[in-house]
């Protein structure tokens, strides 16, 4: 699957466009986040596993919602994450559904991103970037994932390579994604396709004889 992650500039893209696509993106840099942490030698069980992904996807979430604080107004910033949360939980539970079986994992994922937002909302941004109480905090949460014989050296893996490297992933994402011309919401981008065109109107004024 892949989804592009530029547009022209010139394009008009939707609220939905957007998450959905931020959404893929925050997946694959999990993935790929995951495969660093197992190619630096940490052990994460099968069990484990969707513990580590839900916490990057919390993470990465609550980083977007940050940076595009002044990139739009707050009717599509709280439209997008909403969307990308939706979305992202959606991931989550197809693929956790198909590698341990079934189960309500959209709610828990949904639940639980409610609980870390009111937790993130404690810690701040510092000149853009996340600051190192953001990062330990999420660095917390990965150390709860992950087993006791690695417990003593992920924290500092997270701070210092793994979060400042997911950060500067989903940034470029994001830069490269809302720079396009307009900003639109999915019932506008509907209104505007139903329109009919001026040249197809009905003339409103009688055939001359």
């Known amino acids: 699957m892949r989804v592009k992650s530029t547009w022209h500039k010139t394009q008009v893209k939707t609220i ?29 069980e ?10 990057y996807l919390y993470f990465l979430i609550q980083c977007i919602d940050r940076l595009v604080l002044d990139k739009l107004n707050y009717k599509q910033r709280q439209t997008l994450i909403i969307k990308l949360a939706k979305q992202s939980a959606t991931y989550f539970h197809e693929n956790k559904q198909e590698r341990i079986g079934s189960g309500e994992y959209w709610n828990d994922f949904i639940q639980t991103y409610n609980n870390r937002s009111k937790n993130y909302a404690n810690y701040e941004f510092t000149n853009g970037e996340p600051s190192y109480h953001f990062l330990r905090y999420f660095a917390k949460k990965i150390q709860k994932a992950m087993t006791n014989a690695d417990s003593k ?9 793994q979060a400042p490297k997911a950060f500067k992933s989903i940034k470029r994402s994001i830069k490269n994604l809302i720079a396009v011309e307009k900003i639109i919401f999915k019932a506008e981008q509907i209104k505007n396709k139903n329109k009919i065109p001026r040249s197809k109107r009905k003339s409103i004024f009688p055939k001359l004889q």
């Open 46 to 55: 099968k069990a484990q596993v969707f513990d580590v992904i839900s916490e």
């Open 16 to 44: 939905d466009d957007i998450a959905s696509t931020l959404a893929f993106n925050s997946w694959r840099i999990t993935k790929n986040h995951l495969e660093d942490l197992i190619n630096e030698a940490f052990i994460i």
């Open 153 to 161: 050296w992920i924290v500092q893996q997270i701070i210092e390579i």
